[in-house]
């Protein structure tokens, strides 16, 4: 008898159940914690902070460059983020989408110099649920 005739006649090669056990095991454990954390996992809503990263001069003002962060475990939509400030008439910007623990990039184009940003002042008005 050869080889091949031997394996099938014994069965299966012991790495091959080693292996598939091991699978089994990490599969189970996957499966545990995705319903543990289903049932009885906190999720946070929304936590969302707006930022102003740089000003940039350009021909028509100033480019202020904004950065939105969810740091909570849900996604929000429609996310609006206000500016105001001494020299700068009220702005709006509109996100339409971030996911959880996620981070998105917008900006304002201001009238006049990188100056009459410096001011300036980031507010979110509010979102709603995807």
Do not use: C
């Not at 080889?3 to 006649?9: D, I, S, T, W």
């Not at 299966?12 to 598939?20: D, F, M, T």
Request: glycine fraction near 10%.
């Amino acid at each position: 008898m050869n080889g091949k005739e031997n394996k099938h006649r014994n069965g299966r090669p012991a790495l091959e159940w080693i292996v598939g056990v091991i699978s089994a095991i990490v599969v189970l454990g996957i499966l545990a914690f995705l319903s543990y954390e289903a049932l009885f996992g906190e999720v946070r809503p929304p936590d969302l902070l707006a930022t102003i990263d740089s000003t940039e001069d350009v021909e028509g003002g100033t480019l202020v460059l904004v950065t939105l962060m969810n740091r909570g475990d849900q996604a929000a939509a429609e996310i609006t983020v206000e500016a105001t400030g001494t020299h700068v008439s009220r702005k709006e910007l509109r996100f339409d989408y971030i996911p959880s623990h996620a981070v998105r990039r917008g900006a304002f184009l201001v009238e006049g110099p990188a100056d009459t940003a410096k001011d300036l002042r980031l507010r979110i008005h509010g979102y709603v649920e995807p």
